[in-house]
């Protein structure tokens, strides 16, 4: 069992930065895949980053490549969400999830957080 707790997110103007930690419990977090998606009002849930268990590779959605870096700290069982130069279109509650298997993109993950409200003002 792995429990996921966000935390970092917050009002921003545009063009500032944030940056996303999400605190992982369970002695295996190193061996999950961590992923970052994000669902705004009245639309779906959507994949925004994901990193492989030993950091060595990182998966990104196109809207936020070259803005956003996804990072892991084993030792510290978190994973980090930087997010710079944001955008009003941004604006979103920010979940973080863990699978043991590379599951990308996509939403197969096993574990989910609560989430953490970013708002990115215009």
């Known amino acids: 069992q792995v429990q996921l707790v966000e935390s970092g997110g917050g009002l921003v103007q545009a063009g500032g930065s944030l940056r996303l930690s999400c605190a992982a419990s369970?002695?295996?977090?190193?061996?999950?895949?961590m992923g970052w998606f994000r669902q705004a009002p009245g639309k779906e849930r959507e994949f925004v980053a994901a990193?492989?268990?030993?950091?060595?590779?990182?998966l990104y959605a196109d809207s936020v490549k070259g803005r956003f870096t996804i990072s892991r700290d084993n030792a510290k069982n978190t994973v980090y969400l930087q997010m710079n130069s944001l955008k009003p279109e941004d604006t979103a509650v920010y979940y973080c999830a863990a699978d043991p298997a590379w599951v990308g993109g996509t939403t197969d993950y096993d574990y989910w957080g609560q989430g953490t409200q970013v708002t990115v003002s215009s």
């Open positions: 369970g002695r295996t977090f190193s061996r999950y895949t």
């Open positions: 990193i492989f268990w030993s950091g060595g590779a990182t």
